[in-house]
Structure formats: structure tokens, C-alpha cells
């Protein structure tokens, strides 16, 4: 076999089989014998063939597309984990010979854009994104019957839905435990939006933990508003002047636990000696909060570790397994790992004061 390129035209050829047998043989239609079907399998793996998901779709009347229907913030800016989640649900879907179509837009049309999607046949199915606490989309994507997965998940305890989402409740938690262990008592929160269910669990893992250790949640020390680096910064100048700053900061996403740093450096305080930080890391890519290519190396902020891509690869699997199997759902809760690196220690004796 040469090592010219192989469609579905010249597989066909070189197997004497149809086009439209070919194409079902690898998608499992059950008229196609087991024979035929290994047979077919077997010559795609030797000349490295691939579907095209133009001909998987005549074969099987599928779009062989998956949607992304992406919600802009309210400062117009998409959410920078977005493209690690992406780039690991596209392995997947690259696998399987799917495509993917991605539609950003603003909250308020969301809906039309579903309704669009679901009429017109261009996806087989949706990941929803940034799950609100009793979701919207979800009845709607039940009622269009368009196979979803979402990432995070909603308030509906009575309603069957595929999700998948990281125990955030219980990462907060364990983190401020930590946190008080280590002699800290006024522990700020810097959160998400708590419109966003995630936001709104980790606040309640945050909350329990300090009733755990009997100490009562003070609004002073609580934030929530689009975790961008100068919300992290902003808010951490304001503690810092006040007349009784935290000795320690729990910061919901990376990147406001930069500005968090940033804050800190212009004052001359040392994160991990005078004011511990514990950041939620979804391990980004473009970020390396950490050298996970020297592991030997302590990494720079403490973290509640979860990665991003691997969430977007196993979402993408469960989608395409609803695709194949109607009305199958099924949820997944992760636990996060709590890495300590160089921003946490013990309080400082000067902060006691």
C-alpha cells in the first residue's frame, strides 16, 4: 500500500464493498455482518483511515457535529478555561470523527440558538456551559430532545440529566479546614459569580468549614463577581487596607489569585509567610502555575487541582455515548486534589496582632 491519502471512495475500491456498506460497517449498523464488519475495520486500521463526517452523515443521518453554545460574560470576555475544556473534548470528538460547532453569544439568546440547532439538524447533541442554579437550558434541551451533557451541573434533584462537575462544596471545605489548621481565622473568600452554581457550592464548602472549626462566616470577608485577574486585585487592595485584613485568601479560580499576588507584592506582604493563598487550578495550559514538567519542583500556589482538558475529554465521551444510546444519562462528581505549594503556611505572629 502506498502511502497515498485513503477516502471513503478508494477504501471501498480496495475492499470491492460499497461506499454505503463501508460507512455502516464502521458505525455499527447491525445489518452489516460481524465478518464484513471486522473485515472493513480491520483495512481502515492498516491504511490509517479516517471517516469524513460529511459521509458518516449520508450513512447514517447524523450531523456528526457536537455543539458549543458558548454564554459571553458580562464584561464580553469568554471564559479563558474555555479553550483547555475544548481542546480536550476535541481529541475526543477527533477520535470518533466528529465535528464540533461553536456559537458564542450573548445569555439572551441562548435559547433561539438551541431551537435553531435542534430544528435545523446541524448538531447531534450539546455540552451546555456555566450551569446557572435551577438551569433554563435544561427543560428547554429535554423538551427539543437534543442529547446534552452538561458541564457542572443545576438545582433539578428531581430531573434526570447527563452532568459532570467537581465536588466543589467539598474542595472548599477541606481547603479552609486546611487553612484553619494552620491557625488562620480570618479567611477571605474571593468567588465566582454565585449565580453560578459552582460559585454558589464552593461558598457553602467555605461556609461549612469555618462552622465546622466554630468560627462564624463574616460577609466582610466574602466576594462573588467574573473571576479576572484585576477582581482578584482590586478586592485584596481593599482588604488589605481594612482594619482587620485576613491573615488568609481562598481564591476561586487562578486568575484572580494572580491579582491576588500582584496586590500583595505592591505592599511588600509575602504570600505564604504573612498571608497564606489557596487558589482553585484547573491546570491551564497557557497559565503553568506550577512546572508539571519538573515534579520534583514545590509548585507556587497551594491548590485545589482539578484539569480542565480531562473534564472536556470525559464530557465529550458522554455525549457521543448519549448520541448512540437515546435517553441513557448518567452524572459524574470528581473529587479535586488539595496540592500544597509555596503560598500557605502558618499564621504569622505578626497578623495576630
Not at 471517516?51 to 447514517?60: D, I, W
Not at 443521518?61 to 470576555?77: D, I, S
Not at 452538561?150 to 433539578?156: I, K, L, T
Not at 467555605?206 to 486585585?233: C, K, N
Amino acid at each position: 500500500m502506498s502511502d497515498e491519502s485513503v477516502n471513503l471512495k478508494t477504501l471501498s475500491e480496495r475492499l470491492g464493498l460499497s461506499q454505503t456498506t463501508v460507512s455502516r460497517a464502521l458505525n455499527g449498523f447491525p445489518e452489516v455482518s460481524e465478518q464484513t464488519r471486522r473485515r472493513v475495520i480491520e483495512a481502515a486500521d492498516r491504511f490509517n483511515y479516517r471517516p469524513s463526517s460529511s459521509a458518516s452523515s449520508l450513512a447514517t443521518g447524523k450531523a456528526r457535529t457536537v455543539g458549543h453554545v458558548v454564554p459571553l460574560a458580562e464584561h464580553h470576555m469568554i471564559n479563558p478555561h474555555f479553550a483547555d475544556f475544548i481542546a480536550g473534548a476535541g481529541e475526543t470528538y477527533s477520535t470518533h470523527g466528529y465535528d464540533m460547532l461553536i456559537r458564542v453569544v450573548p445569555r439572551a439568546d441562548e435559547e433561539r440558538v438551541y431551537r435553531e440547532l435542534a430544528t435545523q439538524k446541524r448538531v447531534d447533541g450539546v455540552v451546555v456551559h456555566g450551569p446557572l442554579g435551577r438551569d433554563p437550558r435544561i427543560p428547554l434541551l429535554q423538551s427539543l430532545q437534543l442529547p446534552f451533557v452538561v458541564h457542572g451541573r443545576s438545582d433539578y434533584a428531581d430531573n434526570e440529566y447527563s452532568w459532570l462537575d467537581v465536588n466543589n462544596r467539598s474542595a472548599f471545605r477541606r481547603a479552609t479546614e486546611f487553612l484553619i489548621d494552620l491557625g488562620h481565622e480570618r479567611i477571605a473568600l474571593i468567588n465566582g459569580l454565585e449565580t453560578m452554581n459552582f460559585a454558589k457550592r464552593r461558598r457553602k464548602g467555605y461556609e461549612a468549614g469555618l462552622t465546622s472549626r466554630g468560627i462564624e462566616p463574616e460577609q466582610r470577608y466574602i466576594f462573588s463577581q467574573d473571576m479576572v485577574e484585576p477582581y482578584g486585585y482590586e478586592v485584596t487592595c481593599r482588604l488589605m487596607e481594612s482594619a482587620a485584613p485576613p491573615t488568609a485568601v481562598l481564591v476561586s479560580s487562578i486568575l484572580p489569585a494572580m491579582g491576588v499576588v500582584r496586590a500583595l507584592a505592591e505592599r511588600g506582604i509575602r504570600p505564604g509567610t504573612d498571608v497564606s493563598i489557596i487558589a482553585f487550578d484547573d491546570c491551564l495550559s497557557f497559565l503553568h502555575a506550577s512546572d508539571s514538567e519538573r515534579p520534583k519542583d514545590v509548585p507556587y500556589f497551594t491548590a485545589i487541582r482539578s484539569s480542565i482538558r480531562l473534564a472536556g475529554r470525559r464530557a465529550a465521551q458522554m455525549l457521543l455515548q448519549q448520541i448512540e444510546q437515546p435517553g441513557a444519562t448518567r452524572s459524574e462528581l470528581w473529587e479535586a486534589d488539595l496540592v500544597i505549594g509555596q503560598t500557605t503556611g502558618p499564621k504569622s505572629q505578626a497578623a495576630s496582632q
